[in-house]
Nanobody
Framework: QVQLVESGGGLVQAGGSLRLSCAAS????????MGWFRQAPGKEREFVAS????????YYADFVKGRFTISRDDAKNTVYLQINSLKPEDTAVYYC????????????????WGQGTQVTVSS
């Protein structure tokens, strides 16, 4: 089982950028598809993006519209989420998680979550 720690969040102005990181423990990181999710205040957690093993395929939520890029570095056991052109509605706690298939992470049910990283966008 992979343990995950998110970082890289912060307070930024609208239009700014952030790169979130998710560091995973364990030697089997490369065997997992990885995904990013977010939860805004008062809302349910939602899918943001996922990436397959070996970075073959990526998937994004419709609201991303080219502003987010997911990537992974298996040598560092880390998955990243680059967020550009930040909007106030991007304010949320961002989480990562792992699974078997990137295409199905969007609707997967996870046993546990990390602490997430807070992203706050000011207008």
């Amino acid at each position: 089982q992979v343990q995950l720690v998110e970082s890289g969040g912060g307070l930024v102005q609208a239009g700014g950028s952030l790169r979130l990181s998710c560091a995973a423990s364990g030697r089997t990181f490369s065997s997992y598809a990885m995904g990013w999710f977010r939860q805004a205040p008062g809302k349910e957690r939602e899918f943001v993006a996922s990436i397959s093993r070996s970075s073959v395929t990526t998937y994004y939520a419709d609201f991303v519209k080219g502003r987010f890029t997911i990537s992974r570095d298996d040598a560092k056991n880390t998955v990243y989420l680059q967020i550009n052109s930040l909007k106030p509605e991007d304010t949320a706690v961002y989480y990562c998680n792992s699974g078997s298939v990137a295409a199905t992470l969007k609707s997967a049910i996870f046993a546990s979550w990390g602490q997430g990283t807070q992203v706050t966008v000011s207008s």
